[in-house]
């Protein structure tokens, strides 16, 4: 079992930034997809990074891509959401996600993937 708890969200304005953290109850170093997801209100839960923590392949959807970062801190089991260049289109419920890869293909950024979930961190950008 891991356990994820998110910090960091906030209110800023348009242009600004955040960092997200996730602190996990054991470290994921090795063999796990961790992930950050978002969720507006009426919409659906969508990925916009993941890492693979034994390589560090990053991977970042094409809405994000060039504006966050995601990075990991194995020292202290921590996973972070480096968030620049923010929109009010990136409003939302922010969570993160872990799954231990055991082999085989899977698609880094999609929900279904993962089956450990933190509790969420809301961002809020006004323009």
């Known amino acids: 079992q891991v356990q994820l708890v998110e910090s960091g969200g906030g209110s800023v304005q348009a242009g600004g930034s955040l960092r997200l953290s996730c602190a996990a109850s054991?470290?994921?170093?090795?063999?796990?997809?961790m992930g950050w997801f978002r969720q507006a209100p009426g919409k659906e839960r969508e990925g916009v990074a993941s890492?693979?923590?034994?390589?560090?392949?990053?991977y970042y959807s094409d809405s994000v891509k060039g504006r966050f970062t995601i990075s990991q801190d194995n020292a202290k089991n921590t996973l972070y959401l480096q968030m620049n260049s923010l929109k009010p289109e990136d409003t939302a419920m922010y969570y993160c996600?872990?799954?231990?890869?055991?082999?085989?293909?899977?698609?880094?950024?999609?929900?279904?993937?993962?089956?450990?979930w933190g509790q969420g961190t809301q961002v809020t950008i006004s323009s």
């Open positions: 996600a872990a799954r231990h890869y055991t082999g085989g293909y899977i698609h880094p950024l999609r929900r279904e993937e993962y089956n450990y």
């Open positions: 890492v693979y923590t034994f390589g560090d392949n990053t």
């Open positions: 054991r470290y994921t170093a090795s063999r796990y997809y």
